[in-house]
């Protein structure tokens, strides 16, 4: 059982918890990930691991609510419990050692992009982060990644920064000055959009992919991509991934077959919840 040390909502539907898990803590490196479940009957949610205290124990998971069980997770207070995490998961990011890097981060996505950029600034490497959202709200992480390097903001509706999206301004630094690298992580469309951007400019580009995850070991195969033509598992292979040769579209289909479960399920938890009008199992 993993305590919740804290619960903030960083954008609406969008919540950081600091969860004790001493073990993860030590040994996570960037871009590797956890498999959450929060309690009997749940899912097994993937999600990366945003940040980590070896000193205090805590790991740091950025969740968004989209599901009956990603809604489940960002309910639980503070003192309340999660009954497993299981990692840390997946091969770490590769970093290069030097030159100039781009990190490209949509909407919750922004939260996964940030230990990439923690680690390419510990090692020396040139940092501007674009990050985006639909609007002011939903930008996450720039204060922290403001820390690191330049941040540059979009939002679909002009509240910040740039109006538009990531991409746009991707393609405007591209003509400023050459990326050697860029990383993206957010929505699919958004990761295939920049790919769309830097292969004329053969900027090598490295995408985060998210697909559905059961055992996180590479036993089950429900997170297969093809990647240059062969399958791969996103939960060891991955998950980060050469953007140039993922296969989005096979991606995107997969990724919307269990759209139709997930939405019964969050209709008969609600039926649920009014009925009984109890707590859950993992509140404190
Ligand atoms: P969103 O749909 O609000 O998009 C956030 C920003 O991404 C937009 O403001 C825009 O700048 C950019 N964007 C979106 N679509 C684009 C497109 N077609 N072309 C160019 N830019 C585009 O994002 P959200 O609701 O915060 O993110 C939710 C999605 O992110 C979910 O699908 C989730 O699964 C995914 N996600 C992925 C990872 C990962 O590891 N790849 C991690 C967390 C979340
Ligand atoms: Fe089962 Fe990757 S999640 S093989």
Do not use: K
């Amino acid at each position: 059982m993993h305590r919740v040390v804290s619960n903030q909502e960083l954008a609406p539907a969008v919540h950081r918890l600091v969860v004790e898990a001493p073990a993860i803590a030590r040994a996570r490196r960037p871009g590797q990930f956890v498999i959450v479940r929060l309690d009997h009957g749940h899912e097994r949610i993937p999600l990366t691991i945003a940040d980590a205290d070896p000193a205090a124990g805590t790991i740091t998971l950025v969740v968004q609510a989209v599901g009956f069980s990603t809604r489940a997770i960002v309910a639980t207070p503070p003192g309340g419990w999660i009954r497993d995490i299981a990692g840390p998961l997946g091969s770490p990011t590769h970093l290069i050692a030097q030159g100039f890097a781009v990190c490209v981060g949509g909407g919750v996505g922004t939260a996964v992009v940030h230990p990439i950029a923690e680690a390419l600034h510990r090692a020396g490497v040139r940092l501007c982060s674009i990050i985006g959202g639909r609007s002011r709200p939903y930008v996450i992480y720039h204060e922290e990644l403001a820390r690191l390097g330049e941040v540059r903001v979009c939002t679909d509706d002009g509240s910040w920064g740039r109006p538009g999206l990531v991409t746009d301004e991707l393609r405007a630094l591209c003509a400023e000055r050459r990326p050697d690298i860029v990383y993206a992580v957010g929505p699919v469309p958004m990761m295939q959009a920049v790919v769309a951007v830097t292969r004329p400019l053969a900027i090598p580009t490295i995408v985060s992919l998210n697909p559905v995850m059961v055992d996180g070991t590479g036993m089950c195969g429900g997170c297969r991509v093809t990647v240059g033509g062969e399958v791969r598992f996103a939960c060891v292979d991955g998950p980060e991934f050469d953007g140039f040769l993922v296969d989005f579209t096979e991606l995107r289909q997969r990724l919307a077959t269990y759209r139709a479960f997930e939405r019964a399920a969050c209709a008969e938890e609600e039926c649920r919840a009014r009925a009984a009008g109890a707590p859950a199992r993992n509140q404190p």
